[in-house]
């Protein structure tokens, strides 16, 4: 048993005296007041691990300062000992959060056994939170990364969302950090002091699945030898987290939405229901409709899963959010806080790292910086500290193309600094690769052969710089035939950037569209036309 700093309080001398002895002999430090106020002074300048209180003294009596210390000292444990015991005290006094009630004359041995008890809840306490601390640090703070237009627009419907006990529904790629975005979503909820639960639907055994999230009563099934909790029972008050929704099979559907719909559950091997408190958050990296129309999904279990549904961007389209999320990864990977990171990325691994079109996304990325920082030995991290997959990605052209180049900005600099500032990346610098796209000058030009759309003549219509005055007509109005929504969209953009004389960022706030988007577009039309 750890020692204990102890306040006695207790208007018999004598008894103050032999608990002094005592306590001290069992390796304690005791503080002994024969006074309730004198207690309570004392209170209000030091900490004590567990107080002794008599229930009844002159001046003022135990639940009194019982009342008093859960306000000012809520983890001091209390334990109430009394000469005139009775049920209703006993009752009051663990109803005012007492750990312990005994009566006179109480046994040193009885003492014992309950400072034990509260010598192994404090440690018990203190290692939880010495653990928390340490997976912290290992984990990095539970916080979404990322200032894009796209990432604004994810924080925005959390924030909205959290606060409400509604299913949300969580989609992206794998490795878009859906788990993450859950987190956040709890976090920020009224039951982010009850447990967060999460599960990976794809790693339960399908013969046991509907234990594990369900329960069973014991002789359920053979080798059921005794009650089980299932996962909804367990985070009651809380949230479930159901990862990989989309592999459920279609009986643990059925039971998901029933208790979607009536808040109860059922374990095997019994007949009656069990009411459970509990927010449902869904995450799928699947097209859940596609399984629907493929009869693997239910849709009505669609239309309750994803009241609100929250689509996680890859890394493609967010590109400016790469190197502050490697600042961040960087610092996980070292186990420290982000301040205290002195390491650099230099120059050209940021370029590489934001041209990378990252199949992986967070995941791939998270873990070519803990690669390349063990590989740098605290050096700054180069190009060739990063995996084969990172410096020289296998991916098709077309996947490139659709995630658009992106290059670090033109002016020189001298590396991104994780613990400091980084001017981010501009969209000016933007180079996209190949002949047949230059725009420059003071009007839209398009150049080079890879730009000029052969055989693709919507309407009769030729990207070029229009003249304000003699724009192209639409398309009833020529008498050709319907356009596709892409080519409309497509001219859209190109009369805009006539109107601007040529300046991207002017036709996309034009047209309420990210820069970005803008060149992904233009990029797509090039590589179509030049195929």
Not at 51 to 78: C, F, N, Q, S, Y
Not at 223 to 251: M, P, W, Y
Not at 440 to 453: A, E, V, Y
Request: net charge neutral; with cysteine.
């Amino acid at each position: 048993m750890g020692k204990l700093r102890i306040l006695f309080v207790d208007d018999e001398k004598g008894l103050r005296e032999i608990m002094r002895a005592e306590l001290t002999r069992m390796g304690h430090d005791v503080t002994e007041f024969s006074d309730g106020r004198l207690a309570l002074k004392a209170l209000e300048r030091e900490r004590f691990d567990a107080a002794i209180l008599d229930l009844r003294m002159p001046a003022m009596g135990g639940i009194e300062i019982l009342e008093h210390l859960k306000r000012v000292a809520p983890d001091t444990e209390a334990v109430m000992m009394t000469g005139h015991a009775s049920m209703e005290t006993a009752i009051e006094a663990v109803r005012l959060g007492a750990f312990d009630y005994i009566t006179k004359p109480a046994k040193m041995a009885e003492i014992e056994t309950i400072l034990m008890k509260i010598s192994e809840k404090r440690d018990l306490k203190n290692a939880n939170i010495a653990l928390q601390t340490r997976v912290q640090a290992a984990e990095g703070p539970s916080i979404l990364v990322g200032d894009s237009p796209a990432m604004r627009a994810v924080h925005r419907l959390i924030a909205t969302v959290a606060p409400t006990d509604s299913a949300v529904l969580i989609t992206g790629e794998t490795g878009t950090g859906k788990e993450l975005a859950a987190r956040t979503l709890w976090l920020q909820s009224r039951r982010a002091k009850n447990p967060f639960v999460p599960v990976n639907c794809g790693s339960l055994s399908e013969n046991l699945v509907e234990s594990e999230l369900f329960g069973h009563k014991r002789g359920a099934f053979t080798g059921a030898d005794r009650d089980h909790k299932g996962l909804f029972e367990v985070a009651n008050s809380g949230t479930l987290f159901l990862d990989e929704l989309g592999e459920l099979n279609r009986n643990i559907q059925v039971k998901l939405l029933r208790f979607l719909e009536s808040g109860e559950i059922r374990r095997l091997g019994e007949t009656s229901p069990i009411g459970t408190d509990v927010r449902v958050l869904c995450a799928t990296n699947r097209d859940l409709r596609r399984m629907v129309e493929e009869g693997g999904f239910r849709e009505d279990l669609i239309f309750r899963v994803n009241t609100f549904e929250i689509r996680m961007p890859p890394l493609r389209e967010r590109r400016e959010d790469i190197i502050p999320l490697a600042g961040h990864l960087l610092a996980r990977a070292a186990r420290r806080p982000l301040a205290q990171i002195t390491q650099k990325i230099s120059p050209s691994t940021m370029d590489m790292l934001v041209n990378n079109p990252w199949p992986g996304n967070v995941r791939e990325l998270a873990n070519a910086m803990e690669h390349a920082f063990i590989l740098s030995g605290g050096a700054a991290l180069e190009p060739e500290h990063f995996p084969t997959s990172v410096r020289q990605p296998a991916i098709p052209q077309t996947q490139r193309a659709q995630g658009g180049g992106y290059n670090s900005p033109s002016q020189p600099h001298h590396g991104y600094h994780p613990g400091g500032g980084f001017p981010q990346p501009q969209t000016q610098g933007y180079q996209p690769q190949g002949q047949g796209f230059q725009p420059q000058g003071q009007g839209f030009q398009p150049q080079g052969q890879g730009f000029q759309p052969q055989g693709f003549q919507p309407n009769g219509f030729q990207p070029q710089a229009f003249p304000p005055q003699n724009p192209p007509q639409p398309a009833a109005s020529q008498g050709s035939l319907p356009r596709t929504l892409e080519e409309i969209e497509m001219e859209c953009i190109l009369l805009a950037l006539d109107r601007n004389g040529g300046s991207k960022t002017a036709a996309a706030a034009e047209l309420d569209i990210s820069v970005k988007t803008m060149y992904n577009k233009l990029h797509k039309y090039q590589e179509k036309n030049a195929g």
